[in-house]
């Protein structure tokens, strides 16, 4: 499966956005699909993620109450809408997809494909 986020883009404090990622070129629904991030100078860390029909999400600390995961099998995308964004939310998104995870997982060496990659930058 390829994978094309979009979306990024710069945004002032408190403010929000919606990063999406259209996937091609495999059966959408069979994919546990993640959103990623990396700040420059630090790892990859896991940000949220949903499961095959979308009735599972799990959330990374920081996202809790803030960022919503959703995904919609007729269009083949999975979006990440955000609020209340903070300057420690700045780094490149990444979107994620697996096939044969069992259940939602945090470490990015469980999936096997990757978008390029969509820069949220915050603002103060």
């Known amino acids: 499966v390829q994978l094309q986020a979009s979306g990024g883009g710069l945004v002032q404090v408190g403010g929000s956005l919606r990063v999406s990622c259209a996937a091609s070129g495999g059966t959408f629904n069979s994919y546990v699909m993640g959103w990623f991030r990396q700040a420059p100078g630090k790892e990859r860390e896991f940000v949220a993620g949903?499961?095959?029909?979308?009735?599972?999400?799990a959330y990374a600390d920081s996202a809790k109450g803030r960022f919503t995961i959703s995904r919609d099998n007729a269009k083949n995308t999975v979006s990440l809408q955000m609020h209340g964004l903070e300057p420690e939310d700045t780094a490149t998104y990444y979107c994620?997809?697996?096939?044969?995870?069992?259940?939602?997982?945090?470490?990015?060496?469980?999936?096997?494909?990757w978008g390029q990659g969509t820069e949220v930058t915050v603002s103060s």
């Open positions: 949903i499961s095959r029909g979308g009735g599972s999400t």
């Open positions: 994620a997809a697996d096939r044969f995870l069992r259940n939602l997982r945090s470490d990015s060496a469980d999936y096997g494909y």
